[in-house]
């Protein structure tokens, strides 16, 4: 056992972790309402916060993501809303010093044509580029872990005619983290951006007496696209009961469904 516990530690040690020091200080999400023909101008704030020197690299892709966990980053034109092709990068490359503060722009020029109202998007991917070393001839793997940062470039056509429709595919409750947790996946069938709060209403199954009322975090969720909202229902002693569950945006559009709500003992 104890030969076993030191070929372990000898081989942790002998794994090196380069991590990046590039930060992004200026959101991951920006957000435009555009109209035929205009161009709009934006810019990427990077910082590298580490002492060396530190190159990057930045291209545009398609982006969408599922409640499952799945995230796809794909080429341009595969989403039919992408925004990608309308995106101009004044660089695809930059080098940092270390300490250093950057500002990459872009222009988002709107095709002057006809188009569904709607959200329209892509993501710029900020990739550190890790140089390649030779190697010092010491035993064991080198492993370079890279962030990567995707941000998104929400453009918003004609919201007025648009409007986000959110459906719930599926609602759980399960433990998390120590937590009972109640994990309400919610897609976004309409054509518009937006950003739902999920909450449930609890009731109690025999007297109808309101027992609580439990929120998620807040989150985006483009169209075409689905998510899972989870809900902190530790409070709830094991029984059954009635309840609401309602996805609330900012603009305060309400979608509600009721179901029949178990908590088990753990």
């Known amino acids: 056992m104890i030969k076993r516990i030191l070929l ?6 002998q794994f090196s972790f380069l991590h990046a020091g590039i930060v992004i200080l200026n ?8 109209e035929n023909g205009k161009v709009y101008k934006g810019k990427v704030a990077i910082e590298n916060t580490s002492s060396t020197p530190q ?9 969408t993501y599922h409640a499952d966990g799945t995230i796809n980053y794909t080429a341009l034109r595969t989403n039919t809303r992408s925004n990608g092709e309308w995106l101009k990068l004044n660089t695809n490359l930059v080098t940092l010093k270390g300490k250093e503060k950057t500002e990459i722009f872009y222009e988002i020029t709107v095709p002057n044509q006809a188009m569904d109202p709607g959200s329209y998007w892509s993501v710029i991917i900020v990739e550190p580029v890790e ?37 719930f595919e599926s609602v759980k409750v399960e433990k998390m983290e120590e937590k009972k947790t109640a994990k309400v996946a919610i897609a976004n069938t309409g054509n518009l951006y937006c950003k739902p709060t999920a909450s449930i209403e609890v009731y109690n199954r025999k007297t109808g007496e309101k027992v609580g009322t439990y929120s998620s975090l807040t989150m985006g969720l483009l169209p075409g696209t689905s998510k899972t909202f989870y809900i902190d229902i530790s409070k709830l002693p094991p029984a059954q009961y009635k309840a609401a569950i309602i996805a609330t945006d900012e603009e305060e559009n309400a979608f509600a469904l009721n179901v029949e709500l178990e908590v088990k003992n753990d």
């Open 27 to 34: 959101g991951l999400t920006h957000s435009y309402k555009i």
């Open 131 to 167: 140089e390649i070393k030779p190697s010092d001839n010491k035993p064991g793997v080198n492993i370079t872990s890279v962030i990567r940062y995707a941000i998104q470039v929400i453009t918003d056509f004609e919201t007025e005619k648009a409007k986000p429709d959110l459906k």
């Open 55 to 63: 190159s990057v690299k930045l291209f545009l892709q398609d982006y």
């Open 8 to 13: 372990l530690i000898t081989l942790i040690l």
